[in-house]
């Protein structure tokens, strides 16, 4: 795989090396940022170490994963985004994003799934680009909506958090919807 960035306004999407490690944790370990998931926030930096060694393969092979996310006014790590999983025989991906709570509320997220959607469909020739939120996350919901996404439907009790179960609004947009836009 070729080393790639993706470069929008402000931000500067690269791929996850060994030494992002600090960065990583700092993320993987914040309990805000996993609320609306089921990820489990590491506990120590090995396990963060782990996880990440498992992201670089999977970029490495391919098979999609998040990347880390920079500004790019002052090379700041604020978070990771990306193409998360591929399916090339139905010709469709889906895309994830996760930003420190300091970063919260500056457009960023928009920003990179709105270039994420542009990068699958028009580069990439996926036909159609997806991504499952919880219903209750009601700022990514938002970044869906602001990027042009169409809500196809409810998955009801889709998520299971302890002992709740939890709605996924599950958000598609296909080439014909970015042409129109
Ligand atoms: C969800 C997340 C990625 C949004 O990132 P962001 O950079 O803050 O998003 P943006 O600034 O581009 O847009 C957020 C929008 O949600 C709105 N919003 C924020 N909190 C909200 C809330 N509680 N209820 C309703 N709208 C809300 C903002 O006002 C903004 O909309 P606007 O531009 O119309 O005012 C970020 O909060 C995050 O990383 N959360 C933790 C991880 C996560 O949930 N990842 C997504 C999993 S699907």
Partial sequence: ??????????????????????????????????????????????????LLNGQIVSREQNKGGFMP??????????????????????????????????FWNQGFATEIAAKLVIHAINDLKFERVEALVLSDNKASCRVME????????????????HDNYRNVNYYGIISSDIKSI
């Fill in 1 to 50: 795989m070729r080393a790639m960035e993706i470069l929008t306004e402000r931000l500067c999407l690269k791929e996850y090396d060994k030494s992002c490690i600090n960065d990583y944790y700092k993320l993987k370990s914040c309990p805000s940022v996993w609320t609306y998931s089921t990820f489990v926030p590491v506990q120590s930096i090995w396990e963060a170490e782990h």
């Fill in 69 to 102: 996310l920079y500004k790019r006014d002052n090379d700041q790590y604020i978070g990771e985004a990306g193409i998360i999983s591929i399916n090339r025989n139905a010709n469709r991906c889906e895309i994830g994003y996760n930003l420190l709570p300091e």
């Fill in 146 to 161: 602001k990027c042009g996404f169409k809500c196809e439907g409810i998955l009801r009790h889709f998520n299971r958090h």
